[in-house]
């Protein structure tokens, strides 16, 4: 039973009453969008009565993942599969990848569903000196994986690599690289370019610190292969360099927005052209940033900036710094809405943020009517507060 307030704790540890909404956003299901293509990265639910300890392989709740899937579907989304939303790298090894891949393929058939996956060299781990590999090791595992997910019939979206980035000399590595993996897919694939500020691992990428060097050789891969390239995705969290880059893209290759911090602006556009989307952010935000789209389906941008720009405090909260850990905010604001029964992750990084961001987290949320069900999403926050000591 609630009783329509609650004292949550702020960043200095003072507590504060807040009275949730009532009543959640009113939003419809529906087809897939006209005027943008829009994929949601989707997270992964654990199970919580796996006996695992944070370094052992991911214990997934399938029916629960599979169910958040046909979720974002229903709404006219499309998932961005095993992508590091999916905790790829972070908890989620290649084994678990594989499986999700077949999984949510065969789902996303059975009920028409548009799904795109990601293709990466996490079969290559680090170990205490680095990464003791070579290019043709790298092309490899990239080999690997692009080839499961073309057998599952999903769209490939190659993603940056750890081990890439730790063994190549320099730009004409990547251009090598990247050059063969086009030129053997069946299909045409989305460019994933993942900022460091997701994954430090990633600094230097394309062969440069220099980042308009770097944008030259992403620019140099895609001019190689246009008709291999549906589009790009771009998460370096810098509208400028994106409007900028999407401005330089060959005739058919779209750009796909991965900018949690600004993409409203981005995905309207401009008088030269707009962002398609593939947001971690669209997970806790999918029927809201469906609704949205309609609007834009129909013209109204007024009416898609409504909706749309107040999410984006929200947004920058769950991507605050450190930036990888935003997926602990995305899977607890999943627990609840009502999504899943607990908030358990795998890898156990549902302890990566303080108590003082999720709070903040179910505030932005609840105040954009983002819970089905606000009692519950009430009474669940009450019982988190409890565990850490906060009486209500």
């Not at 609650?6 to 006209?34: C, D, K, N, S």
């Not at 796996?50 to 006219?76: I, K, N």
């Not at 330089?248 to 750009?255: E, N």
Request: glycine share 10%; net charge negative; charged share 20%.
């Amino acid at each position: 039973m609630t009783n329509g307030r609650i004292e949550l704790p702020g960043p200095h540890g003072e507590l504060r009453a807040y009275t949730p909404r009532t009543e959640p956003l009113a939003v419809t299901t529906g087809a897939p969008f006209t005027s943008r293509t829009v994929y949601s990265a989707a997270h992964v639910v654990a199970d919580p009565y796996a006996d695992v300890s944070p370094d052992s392989p991911a214990a997934v709740d399938w029916d629960a993942t599979l169910a958040f899937r046909r979720h974002l579907w229903s709404h006219g989304l499309g998932v961005a599969e095993a992508m590091d939303t999916a905790q790829r790298g972070m908890g989620l090894d290649w084994a678990g990848a594989a499986e999700l891949i077949r999984r949510s393929s065969a789902e996303a058939k059975a009920c028409g569903g548009l799904i795109a996956c990601g293709v990466g060299t996490d079969q290559l781990t680090a170990t205490a000196v680095g990464f003791p590999y070579d290019l043709d090791e790298v092309r490899a595992a990239y080999e690997e994986q692009l080839a499961l997910v073309e057998e599952s019939g999903s769209r490939s979206i190659l993603m940056a690599s750890r081990a890439l980035a730790a063994v190549a000399k320099g730009p004409e590595d990547y251009l090598e690289v990247y050059g063969h993996l086009l030129r053997q897919s069946a299909e045409p694939v989305i460019l994933h370019w993942l900022g460091p500020m997701f994954d430090p691992a990633l600094e230097g990428y394309w062969g440069s610190t220099d980042l308009d060097a770097a944008t030259h050789t992403f620019l140099e891969v895609i001019a190689a292969h246009p008709d291999k390239v549906d589009g790009i995705k771009v998460s370096l969290l810098d509208a400028r360099r994106e409007i900028e880059l999407r401005r330089k893209l060959p005739d058919g290759v779209r750009c796909y927005t991965g900018d949690d911090f600004n993409y409203p602006e981005l995905i309207a556009g401009d008088d030269h052209g707009f962002s398609h989307a593939l947001l971690g952010v669209f997970d806790p935000l999918g029927p809201l940033a469906a609704e949205a789209v309609r609007s834009l389906d129909t013209g109204d941008v007024p009416g898609f900036r409504a909706l749309l720009d107040p999410t984006v405090e929200l947004s920058r909260h769950l991507f605050r710094t450190p930036t990888r850990f935003y997926k602990t905010g995305v899977v607890f604001l999943a627990w609840l809405a009502g999504h899943q029964s607990h908030f358990t992750m795998v890898g156990g990084l549902q302890s990566a943020r303080s108590l003082p961001h999720l709070s903040r987290a179910y505030e932005l949320a609840d105040g954009l009517g983002l819970f089905p069900d606000p009692a519950l999403a009430e009474t669940r926050m009450k019982n988190l507060l409890s565990l850490y000591g906060v009486n209500q």
